[in-house]
Structures are given as structure tokens and as C-alpha cells.
């Protein structure tokens, strides 16, 4: 079974909302990672944040990890329509990728 | 990524067929991966190879099988099509051995559709 769940399945915001995912996962892991897809195209790695991390920022991405909970939520602020997209998180798991079922995100210009 | 070439990118097939697809890398990265993304699913782990002599079963490793050929070139087998294996087929590699993490770098995709 996969790894990762994502939360909510889809998701629609107006241009300038924040729009926040959530991941959970089963297994330990070395690291968890973030990617988006735009319509049935390869995935592009967004941010990775390692195991013993708790938050990572890049421009307008924020991570958080919970390995407590093992869960973990992927923030993206001030949205724009270009970041209408599947987005997805995967576990790496001593080189064992697991993705999840991902999120769809919509923002409304 | 242009890095990562895929072919071929679109393919049908029949029941029974033996059907191969490849993947070529110019990125220099020592790990592959294959996966398949079915619609509206996330990717499921076919099969991995940390290089040429180190190949290791994914998730759903039933009914294909890979070859790491050179570190460049990693391909997918079905070597015997059924339907419920159409579906959207992903190559990626990382450069576990400079970075020491499994970042993905993905192809473009490969249609395959098994009538």
C-alpha cells in the first residue's frame, strides 16, 4: 500500500489565500519530500526536509514534519493560478520511494 | 526534465505482448527509478536501482521486470502486457552519491495502454 496520505484530495482557493496539505505516513523515514505535478507531466521536487527536521522554508513553501505523529504539511502562501497543480509527498525510506494519492489545488484568479 | 528522456512516449500494445521502455539519463546520477501513476493516484514504486550491480523490488513489482544496461540507461519490461497495466510510467533519478538524498529528477512520461 502507499505511504503517504494525503489531505485534503482536492482543494480550490482564490488567488492571494494560502492553501495548506497535509500528509500522513505510515513507516519511519529518512526524509520526506514535497513535489508538484501539472497535469499528467513528470513531477518537480519542491522541497525535501530530512527526519530530524521539524520545519523548512523556500519562498513560498513552508514544511512542517511531526515524526511523532508521522505527519507532515506542506504551506504555500499569497497562491497564484500558476500554482494550480497535483501536489504530492513521498517518504524516503533507505532509498524506498512511497508517494502519496496527492492533492489537487486550485486557485481562482 | 530534458535530463531524463523517455521513450517511448506513447505506445499501445495487445494482451501477451512483450513491450520494453527505456530511460536514458545525461545527469551523471548513480540512483533509477521506475514507477507508475494510474488516474487520480499518486506514483507506486516499481523498481529502483542504486547502480548497475544493485537492483531492488518496489512496491508492485509483479509482472515486470528492469535492466540497468549502464548507469546511464535504465529500462522496464512487461513481459506480458495485461490491461490493468495501462497506465502512466515515470522514470527519475538521484544523485544519492554527491547529495546523500533521494531527490527526484523525473522524465516525461510514458503512455502505455494494453488492450
Known amino acids: 500500500s502507499q505511504q503517504g496520505e494525503e489531505d485534503p484530495q482536492a482543494l480550490s482557493i482564490q488567488e492571494g489565500e494560502n492553501a495548506t496539505m497535509n500528509c500522513s505516513y505510515k513507516t519511519s523515514i529518512n526524509n520526506l519530500q514535497w513535489y508538484r505535478q501539472n497535469s499528467g507531466r513528470g513531477l518537480v521536487h519542491l522541497i525535501l526536509i530530512r527526519s530530524n527536521e521539524r520545519e523548512k522554508h523556500s519562498g513560498r513553501l513552508r514544511v512542517t514534519l511531526d515524526t511523532s505523529k508521522k505527519s507532515s504539511s506542506l504551506l504555500i502562501t499569497a497562491s497564484r493560478a500558476a500554482d494550480t497543480a497535483s501536489y504530492f509527498c513521498?517518504?524516503?525510506?533507505?532509498?524506498?520511494?512511497?508517494f502519496g494519492a496527492g492533492t489537487r489545488l486550485t486557485v481562482k484568479p | 526534465d530534458a535530463d531524463v528522456t523517455q521513450t517511448p512516449r506513447n505506445r499501445i500494445t495487445k494482451t501477451g505482448k512483450r513491450i520494453m521502455l527505456e530511460c536514458s539519463q545525461t545527469k551523471g546520477h548513480d540512483r533509477m527509478y521506475w514507477y507508475r501513476q494510474d488516474p487520480g493516484l499518486g506514483l507506486r514504486l516499481i523498481y529502483y536501482?542504486?547502480?548497475?550491480?544493485?537492483?531492488n523490488k518496489g512496491e508492485i513489482s509483479d509482472g515486470y521486470s528492469v535492466s540497468r544496461q549502464a548507469q546511464a540507461k535504465f529500462s522496464l519490461s512487461l513481459e506480458s502486457a495485461i490491461p490493468n497495466q495501462t497506465a502512466l510510467y515515470f522514470c527519475?533519478?538521484?544523485?544519492?552519491?554527491?547529495?546523500?538524498?533521494?531527490?527526484?529528477?523525473f522524465g516525461p512520461g510514458t503512455r502505455l495502454t494494453v488492450l
Open positions: 513521498a517518504t524516503d525510506r533507505m532509498g524506498d520511494m512511497r
Open positions: 536501482s542504486f547502480d548497475v550491480k544493485d537492483i
Open positions: 527519475a533519478t538521484s544523485d544519492y552519491r554527491t547529495s546523500a538524498y533521494n531527490e527526484q529528477f
